[in-house]
Nanobody, 128 residues
Framework: QVQLVESGGGFVQAGGSLKLSCAASGRTLSAYIVGWFRQAPGKDREFVAAISRSGGSTYYADAVKGRFTISRDNAKNTVYLQMNSLKPEDTAVYLC?????????????????????WGQGTQVTVSS
């Protein structure tokens, strides 16, 4: 099993930046596809970004493309989400998730049922 812990959330004004971290323990994270998701109050959880095991392939939701960047440092067992040009509509709890199955990140992307492990989330609040 792998345990995931998110950090880096906080309160920021519109146009600002935050960098989230997803730290893994229990297993080597390089064996897992990792995705970021978010859930705003009263809304469904939605896909934000995903990254392949090597970090060579990344995928983004249209709403964050060009503003967010997902990356990973397998030596540190950590995946990051750099969020720039933040908007009030980015306000949500951000969660990371990991999948150790045989599919590729491109095949899984935002399919939440494919992710086996989830963190507890970190709150991001963007003021207007």
């Amino acid at each position: 099993q792998v345990q995931l812990v998110e950090s880096g959330g906080g309160f920021v004004q519109a146009g600002g930046s935050l960098k989230l971290s997803c730290a893994a323990s229990g297993r080597t994270l390089s064996a897992y596809i990792v995705g970021w998701f978010r859930q705003a109050p009263g809304k469904d959880r939605e896909f934000v970004a995903a990254i392949s095991r090597s970090g060579g392939s990344t995928y983004y939701a249209d709403a964050v493309k060009g503003r967010f960047t997902i990356s990973r440092d397998n030596a540190k067992n950590t995946v990051y989400l750099q969020m720039n040009s933040l908007k009030p509509e980015d306000t949500a709890v951000y969660l990371c998730a990991a999948d150790g199955g045989p599919a590729t990140a491109g095949q899984i992307m935002g399919r939440m049922t494919k992710y086996d492990y989830w963190g507890q989330g970190t709150q991001v609040t963007v003021s207007s």
